[in-house]
C-alpha cells in the first residue's frame, strides 16, 4: 500500500523543538491528528474484520455486508466535516495534523492471508500514545496492517524531536486466533498479543484496558511488559465482561478527573469499574440515531457519546445529542456541538476521529 502524496499535512509551528506527549484524554489539548476519509472502504470479508468490526453479526449475516468502496457520497461529506472539526480546532489555536493520502484499495498480503486496505478515518485505533512514547498497536484486523503508512513521516518527525516510536510486534493474524463463541458470534483468541489502541483510556499512570473483541489478555500482557521500563509509573486495569465487542470509548467517556459519562446499556451500578467509585456519573442518555444510510453500519448509535475534550471545561460533542449536551452544561462543561453525518456508517465519533499528540496532563494519579 502506496502513500499519495508522501508527506502529511503538519503545521509549521508544529512540534516545534518536542515530540509527543499525552497522557490523558482530557486535560488542555495542543497538538492533534484529525482523520480523512479519501479511499475509504468496506475491505473483504474474512475472520478478522469479522472479528474486530461486525462482532455483532453471525457469519451469515457478514455476508450480506457490502465491501469495497464507499459510496463518494458519504467520502465527500465526510471529508467536509472533518475539514470542519479541523476549523474548530484550529480557531482554539489547536495544532492540527492530517494524514497523508493512502490508496486503501490496494491489495497487500502475507504468507498465510491476503487483504486490501480499510481507512484513515480513525487514527485513534491503532496508535497509543502514552506520555512521549508512540506505540503502534498490534491490531487484529488483517485490513489495517499498513493503515500507518499515512502517518509514518509525522511519526518520524515526533522522534527526531525527542519521541521514542515503538510497535508492538506484528501479528501473524492466522485464523487459528479468531474463534466463534456458543451463540454464533465471532471471538478473538490467545494465539498471539493482538489489540487496538483504541481498547485504552488514559488516566495519567492509569490505565484502562478493554478486553473484548478488539483486544485480549495477552495484547494487555505485552503492553504491561513494555510499561514495565518505567519502572512502576503506570498501572493496567483490564476491564472484563462490560462490553465484549470493540472498542471502549462508546461505552467509557472521561470528562475530568471525578467525573466521567458511562454507557447505562453495557454499565450497571453494580459493576461500574472500581477506579470510577467515588467519581461523578453521568449516566448517558439514550444516543439519538443519526440514521446510518447502509445496512450494517460499523458503530452503533452510541457513537453520541463519543466526545472530545478540548480541556476539562470544554467538550466537543455530537451535535444530535441534546439530553447529553444538557448534562455536560450542568456539569460545568461548554459544548462546541459539530456533526459527523456518517459517523455510525464509518464507526467513528469525535473521540475516535482525532489522536491527540500534545495534551498539558503528566502521568499522574487522579486515584490515589
Not at 488542555?28 to 462482532?55: C, K, M, N
Not at 470542519?84 to 491489495?107: C, N
Not at 453494580?270 to 443519526?290: E, K, N, Q
Not at 449536551?325 to 476521529?353: A, D, M, N
Request: hydrophobic share 40%.
Amino acid at each position: 500500500m502506496t502513500a499519495i502524496p508522501p508527506v502529511a499535512s503538519t503545521a509549521d509551528r508544529s512540534l516545534a523543538g518536542h515530540g509527543a506527549h499525552s497522557c490523558d484524554e482530557f486535560t488542555q489539548l495542543r497538538e492533534v491528528i484529525v482523520g480523512d476519509t479519501s479511499h475509504a472502504r468496506i475491505p473483504r470479508r474474512d475472520v478478522s474484520i469479522w472479528t474486530s468490526q461486525y462482532s455483532e453479526l453471525t457469519w451469515d449475516e457478514m455476508a450480506t455486508v457490502r465491501t469495497g468502496a464507499l459510496p463518494k457520497r458519504i467520502i465527500d461529506e465526510t471529508n467536509d466535516d472533518l475539514e470542519e472539526l479541523v476549523a474548530t480546532l484550529r480557531d482554539l489555536d489547536i495544532v492540527v495534523h492530517r494524514p497523508a493520502i493512502v490508496d486503501h484499495a490496494q491489495e497487500f498480503a502475507t504468507p498465510d492471508w491476503r487483504s486490501d486496505g480499510f481507512y484513515s478515518y480513525c487514527p485513534r485505533d491503532i496508535t497509543l500514545i502514552i506520555d512521549s512514547t508512540i506505540i503502534e498497536t498490534p491490531s487484529p484486523t488483517r485490513a489495517r496492517y499498513f493503515e500507518l503508512n499515512g502517518l509514518k513521516s509525522l511519526f518520524q518527525h515526533c522522534m527526531t524531536q525527542g519521541s521514542a516510536w515503538i510497535s508492538a510486534p506484528k501479528p501473524l493474524l492466522l485464523d487459528q486466533l479468531f474463534g466463534v463463541g456458543p451463540q454464533g458470534l465471532p471471538v478473538l483468541g490467545e494465539l498471539e498479543p493482538a489489540f487496538d489502541a483504541a481498547n485504552v483510556l488514559r488516566l495519567g499512570r492509569d490505565l484502562l484496558y478493554l478486553v473484548s473483541c478488539s483486544g485480549n489478555e495477552l495484547g494487555r500482557q505485552w503492553l504491561e511488559s513494555v510499561l514495565r521500563v518505567h519502572g512502576d509509573t503506570y498501572r493496567v486495569h483490564p476491564l472484563r465482561g462490560l462490553y465484549d465487542h470493540t472498542h471502549i470509548d462508546t461505552t467509557i467517556s472521561v470528562l475530568r478527573p471525578g467525573l466521567v459519562v458511562l454507557n447505562p446499556a453495557r454499565i450497571s451500578e453494580a459493576t461500574v469499574p472500581d477506579l470510577f467509585r467515588g467519581w461523578d456519573i453521568i449516566w448517558c442518555p439514550t444516543a439519538i440515531d443519526t440514521s446510518p444510510t447502509v445496512a450494517h453500519p460499523l458503530g452503533s448509535a452510541w457513537l453520541g457519546m463519543n466526545l472530545l475534550m478540548i480541556n476539562p471545561q470544554l467538550a466537543i460533542v455530537d451535535a444530535a445529542q441534546h439530553e447529553l449536551i444538557k448534562q455536560l452544561l450542568r456539569h460545568g462543561i461548554e459544548v462546541l456541538p459539530r456533526t459527523l453525518r456518517h459517523s455510525r456508517v464509518l464507526g467513528g465519533g469525535f473521540h475516535c476521529v482525532t489522536l491527540d499528540l500534545v495534551r498539558d496532563g503528566e502521568p499522574i494519579s487522579y486515584f490515589d
